[in-house]
């Protein structure tokens, strides 16, 4: 059975720093891209990342640039989420999603929650 | 960035009526279209991908056709299990961009 958890969601300062986690199971990390996809609370959807299978190429939405970065362990089967100089408007659940052939989220996990306030 | 725009925001029908959501893209997005269904405080689930492939394990009652820029989500006899916030996604070029939802209620 294919398994997504993420972890590392607390509240934290405007400015600070963040690592989000995604362990995954019941499936070889290294044969997938893996997508990070963020939901404000009360709000929609919104696709933040997403790395390639060897970890070569990595695309994020232009509000994170510079700020994030995705980031794999093929190895421990792991996906993480650096995100620093973290804003309020940062604040959400952060899924960690497989991408299916670099498309398509076909398995997500239930989300960590990043809080940012002072 | 490709912009994705869902209508209606919402919509309310009854047990047994066919309900038809719309996708239209900014930009050609040949066939890279996707529909996820979230639950109220559930992750989201895949239930159409490429425009028209459903997702294995997905009711039949959900159709998804389109290409180009213009997209539909069908699901045939609404049940009380499709109450959900429904997303399309396209794939076709990052970042992959979500609609901004429809959130479906039974009458």
């Known amino acids: 059975e294919v398994q997504l958890v993420e972890s590392g969601g607390r509240l934290v300062q405007p400015g600070g720093s963040l690592r989000l986690s995604c362990e995954a199971s019941?499936?070889?990390?290294?044969?997938?891209?893996m997508s990070w996809v963020r939901q404000a609370p009360g709000k929609g959807l919104e696709w933040v990342a997403n790395?390639?299978?060897?970890?070569?190429?990595?695309n994020y939405i232009d509000s994170v640039k510079g700020r994030f970065t995705i980031s794999r362990d093929n190895a421990k089967n792991s996906l993480y989420l650096q995100m620093d100089s973290l804003r309020v408007e940062d604040t959400a659940l952060y899924y960690c999603?497989?991408?299916?052939?670099?498309?398509?989220?076909?398995?997500w996990g239930q989300g960590t929650l990043v809080t940012v306030s002072s | 960035d490709i912009q994705m725009t869902q209508s209606p925001s919402s919509l309310s029908a009854s047990v047994g009526d066919r309900v038809i959501i719309t996708c239209r893209a900014s930009?050609?997005?040949?066939?890279?279209l996707n529909w996820y269904q979230q639950k109220p405080g559930k992750a989201p689930r895949l239930l159409i991908y490429?425009?028209?492939n459903l997702e294995s394990g997905v009711t039949s009652r959900f159709t998804g056709s389109g290409s180009g820029t213009y997209f539909t989500l069908s699901i045939s006899s609404l049940q009380p299990d499709d109450l959900a916030t429904y997303y399309c996604?396209?794939?076709?070029?990052?970042?992959?961009?979500f609609g901004q939802g429809t959130k479906v209620e039974i009458k």
């Open positions: 996604q396209q794939s076709y070029r990052t970042p992959h961009t």
């Open positions: 790395i390639m299978e060897d970890g070569s190429v990595k």
């Open positions: 490429g425009a028209s």
């Open positions: 019941g499936f070889r990390l290294r044969n997938n891209w």
């Open positions: 930009q050609t997005v040949t066939t890279f």
């Open positions: 999603a497989r991408d299916f052939r670099g498309g398509h989220n076909d398995y």
